[in-house]
């Protein structure tokens, strides 16, 4: 065994938990296992992360895809990819995967993905290629996702006195180098390309998978195990060692999420076909009960109301022969679909009267709070609702009643008398008792004997204390009091 530290720059399909850790790796990988069943066992990943190519530093996808075209080539009847890794390199793992599919379908041969242990991002990737993915109660699987980094250390180099002046060719050529600083347009970059691999990592498992993208993207690179997995729908059994999955295998339950998922719907479809037919009638009826159940109040008491009538409750009094024993049904005849549809007809007809009539209130009270000119009422008729309110609220609103015209019934304003032509008309004057309501409306009504004196031209206004046996005095000129 040798110890290696996997902290590989670039845009990963890894676990982040495994990023910069030490792992230790074999110093040979081990070749296909054949087991006494005749299964032939492929190790991936062996506990550490893996990369495109064969390296030194573990295992590796190329490795992996060599393994398994033996595998397929032996006389095995049944593959097991046993996979332990957190993941690795996004370049050549979902290549890897397909090409490890294509073989499988070639050879005609199932293919069992199995983890006791772990088996994320990448990993999981390979698993997809599988028929079966299978997880021991501790094994988890997910992550499905990919992660970069930027690293900037300027901070670093100032506090060390170094100063670095980095040129490139482009704006985006500096991007990543760590003596540059971060800017929003590198981040924004880098995200995008991370998001646009993740698509093709989504798609994958989602087709393999038999989800939607959308429900892998939902699990948020989440990592989940035993049977939370199988719920998450990333794994499809659970099996609590080693021997059980090989005998689970050897016994030929290797069928994938796709081949059961496609032998459920057809089992579904065939029970549909086996249901006997609902009758017009029955469908009619079901119509008016869901009708009844509506928030709509007119809706639902029309439908309440025709349904009482098909029962023989004409009134609406459902309950008179509750204690009645009901006959049978009879079969469908003509004169009950006759029946069926002259309700039906008669609960639209009641709808659209009731809403009718309210669309009518509502229309005349926009218009008795808005001042809306005659030939504009006039050329709204026939407008649905929603014009009609847009057009009168977008009108001015009516103000308050003037209560003094209210007051003066058939006076006409006329010329006040004026300093020029000393013989123009003067207003018409009020009854005294109009006239003492005006007063009084405007606040002008004597609150003593000597507190408001009018005449024909002038108000006079003030509140004179007085000893109790005093008379009030005269005025001592207009608008004053004395």
Not at 99 to 107: G, S, V
Not at 345 to 354: H, P, R, S, W, Y
Not at 415 to 427: K, L
Request: glycine share 8%; with cysteine; hydrophobic share 45%.
């Amino acid at each position: 065994m040798k110890r290696v530290t996997w902290d590989r720059p670039g845009v990963l399909a890894m676990a982040a938990s495994a990023l910069g850790m030490s792992f230790d790796v074999p110093d040979q990988i081990p070749g296909v296992t054949m087991t006494a069943e005749g299964i032939a066992i492929v190790g991936v990943g062996f506990g550490a992360p893996m990369s495109h190519y064969e390296c030194w530093c573990g295992d590796s996808y190329d490795a992996v895809k060599a393994r398994v075209a033996a595998a397929l080539e032996s006389p095995a009847k049944a593959v097991v990819l046993e996979i332990d890794t957190p993941g690795g390199d996004v370049f050549g793992c979902f290549e890897a995967a397909r090409a490890i599919r294509a073989m499988a379908d070639a050879a005609k041969k199932p293919v069992v993905a199995y983890t006791e242990s772990l088996a994320a991002s990448g990993g999981y990737a390979l698993a997809c290629a599988a028929d079966r993915i299978v997880v021991s109660g501790e094994g988890h699987v997910g992550s499905v996702g990919v992660i970069s980094a930027l690293v900037s250390q300027t901070r670093l180099d100032e506090a060390m006195g170094l100063r670095f002046a980095v040129f490139g060719s482009g704006a985006r050529k500096t991007d990543g180098c760590p003596h540059v600083e971060i800017s929003d347009d590198a981040s924004a970059e880098l995200q995008a390309h991370v998001m646009s691999l993740a698509e093709m990592f989504f798609a994958w498992v989602a087709e393999r998978r038999n989800v939607t993208p959308d429900a892998v993207r939902a699990l948020q690179a989440g990592v989940f195990h035993g049977a939370a997995a199988v719920d998450a729908k990333l794994a499809d059994a659970v099996v609590q060692t080693k021997d059980q999955l090989l005998a689970m295998v050897a016994s030929g339950d290797t069928a994938s999420a796709v081949e059961r998922k496609a032998t459920m719907a057809d089992e579904t479809e065939k029970e549909k076909k086996d249901e006997s037919p609902k009758s017009y009638a029955d469908e009619m009826r079901a119509k008016l009960e869901e009708d009844a159940k509506s928030d709509d109040e007119d809706k639902a008491a029309a439908a309440k109301k025709m349904l009482a009538a098909l029962d023989g409750d004409g009134d609406g009094d459902g309950d008179k022969d509750a204690d009645k024993p009901k006959e049978e049904p009879k079969s469908e005849s003509a004169s009950a679909l006759a029946t069926m549809a002259q309700a039906l007809k008669a609960q639209g007809a009641e709808i659209a009267q009731l809403k009718a009539e309210r669309e009518s209130e509502k229309r005349a009270a926009l218009l008795e709070k808005h001042d809306v000119p005659a030939a504009v009422v006039t050329a709204l008729k026939g407008q649905d609702l929603a014009t009609f309110e847009k057009v009168v609220t977008a009108h001015p609103k009516k103000g308050p009643k003037n209560l003094a015209a209210a007051e003066q019934p058939g006076v006409m304003a006329s010329v006040p008398r004026g300093a020029e032509d000393p013989n123009a008309p003067r207003a018409p004057r009020l009854p005294a008792e109009q006239s003492a309501k005006l007063a009084e409306r405007m606040g002008l009504k004597a609150v003593s004997d000597g507190g408001i004196k009018k005449d024909r031209h002038f108000v006079t206004l003030g509140i004179v204390p007085r000893k109790k046996d005093q008379k009030p005095a005269a005025p001592t000129a207009q608008g004053k009091v004395a």
